[in-house]
């Protein structure tokens, strides 16, 4: 059930009656619609959920097209109204909502196809990553894409998207071949190397600047399983983690097969603090030497080894939703003595929680991710993107991320402490880095913080690219005014 069949448009809510007014009636949800609790629902974080005048569920590009045509055209003395645009509703807060105003809904653009001859997937930006890896699989391919399976596609790639293949094939705009896009009056265009390469460039980690992407098409390998050990580690052999976190980062490229993340946890239904290394082999080689260091260090409970598929591993671990959360990412230089820090300050940040909100109600997440110097030539080699990595192609990096979860539904109330305790725990983070020359400007807009810079942190080269395509394709700056939500290129100096 939708708008109820009031074909006159008298919702009290101008954007809605011009969505319906365009023919969308049955896209329309308002507050009255059975369905619209659970598109509340829909969001991961309980910080970003937001009640907008009407979501609207577009079906097809061409509904896409008639809804921002509509849009764009509404509301002359409607005050002061925005619009919002999700595809998978993981997006920090404020990047995919709106209250006042109108949400546009792409889930139902999630269509999975795959041309054989060409060796490309057609993926819908409303998709999610474990549906795409299930239907493409059928095929015996897989794509470059996210690491949970509930995470949604849009969102992903246009932050720039940072995958258990990143080392073997680029971040995962850099596989995109071809963008169909709706622009802010309505026209569809498809951007790609020979039409629009301007935009298909700008849009490899530009983010939400340019229009609203319906379809990625996205270059296909031959599947197979993923090689996945899992270690648990007591805190107390936290030098010797790092140390093989670190020594792994520095591998040379003839182990770009190789994939990890670190974590620093502190789980609060286990009680206890702990590290952990998820070791991926992307050829399905169980014997590989990459992680012959973390093998020596002695684990809290035997670890797990799996060959799997890419759909299965992608649903194995799922987000868990419903939750409160706060988190930060910084990029640093490969250094042991910074990452040491990180570990230290996880234990002050600790310590703060508990009094705060007592040890049951939060759980902490500290996450290193490899990012060596030679992933930045792949995306030269595609055609370049505006992640700015090549500015460095010497330094091995680490993108790590602070964050913690608050459990307890009642947490409103604390949420502003625990996120001042994040956020200060980032900037001494960022401090002591500074102080030891292991500081890099990157920001991954993925993970990225409103409160930073994700896109200022790309270099003076690639925020003037993304802000020429921003004005050639959006002249009247529809996504920068009407849709405020995520990065925006105006906002940076």
């Known amino acids: 059930m939708t708008y109820n069949n009031n074909t006159q448009g008298h919702t009290g809510f101008p954007p809605c009656d011009a ?88 889930s139902q653009l999630n269509a999975t196809t795959y041309d054989a001859a060409a060796n490309i997937a057609g993926v819908g930006t409303g998709a999610r990553w474990g549906n795409v890896y299930a239907a493409l699989d059928k095929h015996g391919v897989g794509v470059t894409g996210g ?6 596609v849009g969102g992903f790639l246009l932050g ?40 298909w460039r700008a849009l490899k980690g530009g983010g939400s600047n340019f229009g609203i992407v319906t379809r990625f098409d996205l270059e296909a390998f031959p599947a197979q399983n993923l090689s996945i050990t899992t270690r648990t580690i007591g805190p107390d052999h936290s030098d010797e983690f790092i140390d093989a976190v670190s020594g792994f980062t520095d591998l040379a490229p003839s182990f770009r097969d190789n994939a990890m993340i670190a974590l620093v946890t502190y789980d609060s239904e286990e009680n206890r603090i702990s590290l952990q290394s998820i070791e991926v082999n992307t050829r399905n080689d169980a014997n590989t030497t990459a992680f012959d260091a973390f093998k020596h260090i002695p684990t809290l409970i035997p670890a797990t080894k799996q060959s799997i598929t890419l759909a299965a591993s992608s649903n194995r671990s799922e987000l868990g939703s419903g939750t409160r959360g706060a988190g930060f990412p910084v990029t640093i230089s490969n250094d042991p003595r910074v990452m040491r820090y990180c570990i230290e300050q996880h234990a002050s940040l600790f310590s703060d929680l508990n009094a705060i909100t007592g040890l049951q109600n939060f759980s902490t997440l500290l996450n290193f991710q490899p990012l060596p110097s030679y992933i ?41 402490q625990v996120y001042q305790k994040v956020s200060a725990m980032i900037q001494r983070i960022e401090a002591f880095s500074k102080s030891m020359g292991s500081s890099q400007e990157f920001i991954y807009l993925n993970y990225a913080n409103a409160a930073q810079d994700a896109l200022g942190s790309y270099g003076a080269a690639n925020v003037k690219h993304i802000r020429q395509a921003a004005n050639k394709y959006d002249p009247h700056r529809f996504f920068q005014k009407r849709v405020p939500g995520g990065f925006k290129i105006d906002r940076v100096g």
């Not at 690491?147 to 949604?152: L, N, T």
């Not at 370049?384 to 539904?409: C, E, H, Q, W, Y």
Request: some cysteine; aromatic content about 8%; glycine content about 10%.
């Open 19 to 106: 969505l319906i007014s365009a023919n969308l009636s049955h896209a329309v949800h308002l507050p009255s619609s059975p369905l619209y609790p659970s598109l509340v629902a829909a969001y991961w974080s309980l910080n970003t959920r937001r009640r907008p005048w009407c979501f609207v569920l577009p079906v097809t590009t061409s509904e896409v097209s008639r809804t921002l045509a509509a849009l764009s055209s509404a509301g002359d003395g409607a005050g002061d109204w925005h619009i919002a645009v999700r595809s998978g509703a993981h997006g920090n807060d404020n990047s995919n909502n709106i209250e006042k105003g109108v949400t546009i809904d792409l």
């Open 147 to 152: 690491r949970e399976g509930i995470v949604g």
């Open 160 to 199: 720039g998207g940072n995958s258990w293949y990143t080392a073997r094939t680029g971040f995962a705009c850099d596989s995109v071949i071809n963008y169909e896009i709706v622009l802010f009056s309505g026209v569809v265009v498809n951007a790609n190397a020979s039409v629009h390469s301007d935009l």
């Open 376 to 416: 930045a030539e792949i995306g030269v080699k595609k055609g370049g993107n505006m992640l700015g990595l090549d500015r460095n192609t010497t330094s091995n990096m680490i993108i790590f991320i602070g964050s913690v979860v608050l459990k307890a539904p009642d947490s409103e109330d604390q949420y502003p």
